[in-house]
C-alpha cells in the first residue's frame, strides 16, 4: 500500500474515532439528564436538547445518506423544522440520535482509501471527502459541545463528570 493510502486509511479510523468518542460523550450526557430538560431552553434565542438532537439527525441522514453520488443537503431535508420544539418523547429523540449516528458510521466505514480524495458535493458546493468529513467532526463537534453544556446546566450539582474530575488531575499524570 503507497503512504499516501496510508495517510488516508489511517485518516478515515481517526474520523471513526473522533465521531464515537463524540457521541459517547453526548450519551453519558444525555443519560444524566431528565426528560423534562430536553425540552428547556436558556433563553429564546438559544436551542434545546431536543432541537439539537433533531438538527444532529436531519444533518446526518441528508449530509451522509449516498454521500458519494448525491449532494449533501437533499432536497427532502426540512432544516427548518429541525429548530422548531414539537416535544417528541424522550425515547422518540433517542430513536432518531441512534438513526442518525447509524447512517454516519455505515458510511464511514464503507469508504476506502481510494475515496479520501474524491469530490462530494454539500449545497452545490465541492469538497474532498476529507473535506467534508472534517466539516462534519468540527459541526458535530461544536453540537456535542452544547449538548454537554445543557445537560450539565440541568442536571446541576448531580452531574457526573465526563472526564477529570476537578481537582484530580495529578492522580491521572503517568
Known amino acids: 500500500m503507497s503512504e499516501q493510502l496510508q495517510v488516508a486509511e489511517a485518516f478515515l479510523q481517526e474520523s471513526i474515532r473522533a465521531f464515537v468518542n463524540m457521541k459517547k460523550l453526548a450519551d453519558k450526557a ?9 425540552y428547556l431552553t436558556l ?3 438559544s436551542n434545546s436538547l431536543e432541537v439539537l438532537i ?3 439527525h436531519g444533518n446526518m441522514r441528508s449530509r451522509w445518506t449516498d454521500f458519494l453520488t448525491s449532494d449533501g443537503e437533499k432536497e427532502t431535508r426540512e432544516r427548518d423544522g429541525e429548530f422548531e420544539g414539537s416535544q417528541l418523547t424522550r425515547e422518540a429523540l433517542i430513536s432518531l440520535w441512534e438513526e442518525g449516528w447509524a447512517i454516519l ?11 479520501v480524495l474524491k469530490i462530494v458535493l454539500i449545497r452545490g458546493e465541492g469538497h474532498t471527502v476529507l473535506q467534508a468529513i472534517q466539516r462534519q467532526v468540527s459541526h458535530y463537534g461544536y453540537h456535542v459541545g452544547q449538548i454537554v453544556f445543557l445537560s450539565k ?22
Open 30 to 38: 444525555l443519560a444524566q439528564t431528565a426528560e423534562a430538560h430536553f
Open 43 to 45: 433563553d429564546e434565542e
Open 54 to 56: 433533531k438538527h444532529m
Open 105 to 115: 458510521f455505515h458510511t464511514l466505514e464503507s469508504l476506502t482509501e481510494e475515496d
Open 153 to 174: 446546566h440541568w442536571v446541576s450539582a448531580h452531574w457526573q463528570t465526563l472526564s477529570i474530575a476537578r481537582g484530580q488531575s495529578k492522580s491521572f499524570k503517568p
